[in-house]
């Protein structure tokens, strides 16, 4: 009798245990962002320099992953990011994705995000200042009007990101991607960067268990060449395929998000449960 309740007890405190650990690794990850964060958007939002406050921002999230004991692993060609400005399309698994972004690229780039972040206290004024972009999601006038002055941007020689699938949720696996990133890609004449994240969605939860000490950004760019249909460079750089912004008008979004899904390596259309 004495060996039975002590083999359903040992199990127990292995589970409390490892419950304890996940939620004091929790705790511990919040207090850097607690920490952190005041810090940052006073040093961000005095300045009017976006570059500036872009590379300091960068800094910042480089140093919240490295206290937290995670690490952004690259695969393909880290810091062969193109000279010429490019449209990134990244997939989106939730809000640390940001983080993960900017600690791992080399060169300031302007995210693009919904407009009803501009008016989150504190949070609309900090991402104005590091060059953050905001559409309209709701209103087709001023969706247009929008996609204009992005155009305008990118003619202009910036480097937009954009996450074609447009939210995130619980579940793993990739949603359908909108037409947003590639219309501007076509009407700028730049070339697609897809980039695909894989493990970052893990960091938002409050397990050691559920998410690991590495994370991995699958897809540091290199130059896209010309000619060429959304198709793969070679097998090590299979997840940082490229095209030219011609090729977009023949491609179909299914065509980026099956490379993108081969990359993180679950199916496209897929929601699995986590």
């Given at each position: 009798?004495?060996d039975?309740?002590?083999?359903?007890?040992a199990?127990?405190l292995?589970?409390?245990?490892r419950?304890c650990?996940?939620?004091?690794?929790?705790?511990?990850c919040w207090?850097?962002?607690?920490?952190?964060?005041?810090?940052?958007?006073?040093?961000?939002?005095?300045h009017r320099?976006?570059?500036?406050?872009?590379?300091?921002?960068?800094?910042a999230?480089r140093?919240?992953?490295?206290?937290?004991?995670?690490?952004?692993q690259?695969?393909?060609?880290p810091?062969a990011?193109?000279s010429e400005?490019?449209?990134?399309?990244?997939?989106h698994?939730?809000?640390p994705?940001?983080v993960?972004l900017?600690s791992?690229?080399?060169?300031p780039?302007?995210?693009?995000?919904?407009?009803?972040l501009s008016?989150?206290?504190f949070?609309?004024?900090?991402l104005?200042?590091?060059?953050?972009?905001?559409?309209?999601?709701?209103d087709?006038?001023?969706?247009?009007?929008?996609?204009?002055?992005?155009v305008a941007?990118?003619?202009?020689?910036d480097?937009?990101?954009?996450?074609?699938?447009?939210?995130?949720?619980?579940s793993?696996?990739?949603?359908?991607?909108?037409?947003g990133a590639?219309?501007?890609?076509c009407l700028?004449?730049?070339?697609v960067?897809?980039?695909?994240?894989?493990?970052?969605g893990?960091?938002?939860?409050?397990?050691?268990?559920?998410?690991?000490w590495?994370h991995?950004c699958h897809?540091?760019?290199?130059?896209?060449?010309r000619?060429?249909?959304?198709?793969?460079?070679d097998?090590a750089a299979?997840?940082?395929?490229r095209?030219?912004?011609?090729?977009?008008?023949?491609?179909?979004p299914?065509?980026l998000?099956?490379?993108?899904a081969?990359?993180?390596?679950?199916p496209?259309?897929?929601?699995?449960?986590?």
């Amino acid at each position: 009798m004495f060996d039975v309740a002590a083999g359903s007890i040992a199990p127990l405190l292995r589970r409390a245990t490892r419950r304890c650990r996940d939620v004091a690794w929790g705790v511990y990850c919040w207090s850097l962002v607690v920490l952190l964060a005041p810090i940052l958007w006073c040093g961000v939002v005095f300045h009017r320099d976006i570059e500036r406050n872009w590379r300091v921002t960068a800094h910042a999230c480089r140093t919240l992953l490295h206290l937290a004991g995670l690490r952004v692993q690259l695969a393909g060609t880290p810091g062969a990011f193109p000279s010429e400005p490019v449209i990134v399309a990244a997939n989106h698994t939730s809000y640390p994705d940001n983080v993960v972004l900017m600690s791992a690229l080399a060169h300031p780039v302007s995210f693009v995000a919904k407009r009803e972040l501009s008016a989150w206290p504190f949070m609309g004024r900090f991402l104005r200042a590091i060059g953050v972009r905001f559409v309209e999601r709701r209103d087709d006038r001023r969706s247009l009007e929008d996609e204009a002055s992005l155009v305008a941007q990118a003619e202009r020689r910036d480097t937009l990101l954009f996450f074609p699938e447009g939210t995130f949720t619980c579940s793993a696996g990739l949603a359908s991607f909108h037409l947003g990133a590639f219309r501007v890609a076509c009407l700028a004449q730049r070339p697609v960067v897809p980039i695909a994240l894989h493990g970052a969605g893990g960091i938002a939860r409050w397990s050691v268990a559920a998410a690991p000490w590495r994370h991995y950004c699958h897809g540091a760019p290199s130059d896209p060449p010309r000619r060429q249909r959304l198709q793969s460079h070679d097998a090590a750089a299979r997840p940082c395929a490229r095209c030219h912004p011609r090729s977009l008008r023949g491609a179909q979004p299914a065509d980026l998000r099956r490379l993108t899904a081969d990359a993180c390596q679950y199916p496209t259309g897929s929601r699995r449960s986590r």
